[in-house]
């Protein structure tokens, strides 16, 4: 086990008024409305902590994050300061203004136990998953398995290789590494602080995320 | 000579008995594309440029897209059809197999741990697992017009058509794949455009599960040709039986072993 001595609960990766500080325990779901213009910094307190994390419209959940308009509108696989995190319309959620680390995931998905079953056998059904927090977390909005899409995954590492392999692998990221998303109209937030225990994603050890809104 | 009912009838029926290069073909087994060496026919259509088609098809059912021009882009989305909120999961699709590139043999996942259909024969290579369909946003930037009933349609729009069909409302479509038009990424994660592998190639889906399939036939959203290019989309379909433990495919890998054993167990539990 990490020692929490070795956990950095860091700062706002951007100045502004503090209106939202949350700290996310280990497994545990996290969901917030976000202002437009307001800055969320998401930090990886223990280092290498997966972060999975969905976008709605805050006004209209039926318009939400959507993984292939944000790469096709970029040209790229990969989220990086500057990605605009585009809805199933095409429009900016959320903005990357600031990464600590070269890049972030959003094409691994969220980890389930259904899936957990495929890539690690039925012995793991019973652990816990992102899907599990998501639907948990979701629920509080009137969001269901329908309103589940495919998600980023703040400080996870997925390379996609010359041949098209593709995998999650050790991560990037370290104690006190920061990420930080303008909102650019209302958004909901969910995250799930990812519980996977059979890949690198969480270094095989979850850790805290600390959640910080900032009004610039 | 429309001008009473009777006149109104004999003018609408003197339309029928015709053919255009883009429809449906009744009963289907008698489609003039039919593939070789397939006797009956449950599904057979040519999807215009920029249409879009969608089917319930039972477990077992192989579906063949053609490619004749080497202009098509089949843009699908597939669901069980009995529990319409089991649904492709293009995430587990390329996360579970370790693989981003479709091909032969790659499942395609919904998000419950199951094999929605898999791909079976490939004769294109060329296909995307990133980059989604077009939307009205993309398709107005680029080519000045997005109408649904205008002459460059969205994908999007296509599937928002095709879903409601079903009952399924703009919250029921998850990302999608395409076929005939591919991509690749590079070191950096940057996008390649690779297009079209030419004409008369062909793609084959089993479906390992009662099947709702969704089909837009739009240009991919990264053709970087400036006008709006698809060509037509020749789809037919025929029972089969899914895949089980005879098929080589059935352990290829550890993963999709329990993928189909996910699938059947399903299947038995519903009497299927």
């Known amino acids: ?216 | 000579m429309t001008d009473t009912v009777l006149n109104a009838r004999d003018d609408a029926r003197a339309r029928g008995g015709q053919t255009s290069e883009w429809m449906p073909y009744l009963p289907a087994s008698s489609s003039p594309y039919r593939p070789a060496g397939v006797e009956a026919l449950t599904w057979a259509e040519t999807v215009a440029p920029g249409g879009y088609t969608h089917k319930i098809l039972a477990r077992g059912t192989r579906i063949r897209f053609d490619d004749p021009t080497g202009d098509a882009c089949a843009h699908v989305i597939v669901y069980n059809a009995l529990e319409p909120v089991e649904r492709l999961n293009v995430a587990d699709t390329v996360k579970i197999p370790w693989q981003a590139y479709l091909g032969a043999g790659h499942p395609l996942l919904s998000g419950d741990g199951r094999v929605l259909a898999t791909i079976v024969e490939d004769t294109s290579g060329h296909h995307d697992a990133f980059c989604g369909t077009s939307t009205e946003m993309w398709n107005q930037r680029k080519y000045g017009d997005a109408r649904p009933e205008g002459p460059s349609p969205a994908g999007r729009s296509l599937f928002v058509k095709a879903a409601a069909k079903h009952g399924l409302s703009p919250r029921d479509l998850p990302p999608s794949v395409s076929f005939f038009q591919g991509i690749r990424v590079d070191a950096d994660g940057a996008f390649e455009w690779r297009g079209s592998a030419g004409e008369g190639t062909s793609v084959e889906l089993l479906a390992e599960l009662p099947l709702l399939i969704l089909v837009a036939n739009v240009p991919h959203p990264l053709d970087p040709r400036p006008d709006y290019v698809a060509g037509p989309l020749r789809v037919h379909a025929w029972r089969t039986a899914p895949t089980g433990p005879d098929d080589d495919r059935f352990q290829a890998t550890p993963e999709a072993h329990r993928a189909y054993l996910n699938t059947i167990d399903y299947a038995e539990a519903r009497g299927l």
């Open chain 1, 1 to 216: 086990m990490t020692s929490t001595l070795s956990f950095d609960w860091s700062e706002p990766l951007v100045p502004g008024e503090v209106v939202l500080d949350d700290r996310v325990a280990p497994n545990a779901s996290w969901s917030a409305v976000v202002r437009a213009g307001d800055v969320l910094t998401i930090v990886d307190v223990g280092g290498n902590q997966s972060g999975d994390c969905l976008i709605y419209n805050a006004a209209d959940t039926e318009e939400r994050y959507s993984v292939p308009d944000t790469l096709a509108w970029q040209g790229n696989a990969y989220v990086r300061t500057g990605t605009v995190l585009r809805s199933n319309l095409g429009n900016p959620l959320m903005t990357v203004v600031g990464n600590e680390i070269d890049r972030q995931d959003t094409i691994g998905g969220a980890c389930s136990k259904e899936s957990n079953t495929l890539r690690y056998g039925h012995h793991v059904m019973f652990h816990h998953g992102c899907r599990e927090n998501f639907l948990s977390e979701g629920a509080k909005h009137g969001l269901g398995l329908r309103d589940l899409v495919s998600n980023l995954n703040w400080f996870m590492n997925v390379p996609v290789e010359a041949d098209g392999a593709l995998g999650i692998v050790d991560g990037m990221s370290a104690p006190g590494k920061r990420v930080a998303v303008r909102a650019e109209t209302d958004v909901l937030v969910l995250v799930s602080n990812c519980p996977q225990m059979n890949n690198p994603c969480n270094d095989f050890n979850p850790t805290p995320l600390r959640m910080i809104v900032v009004r610039p």
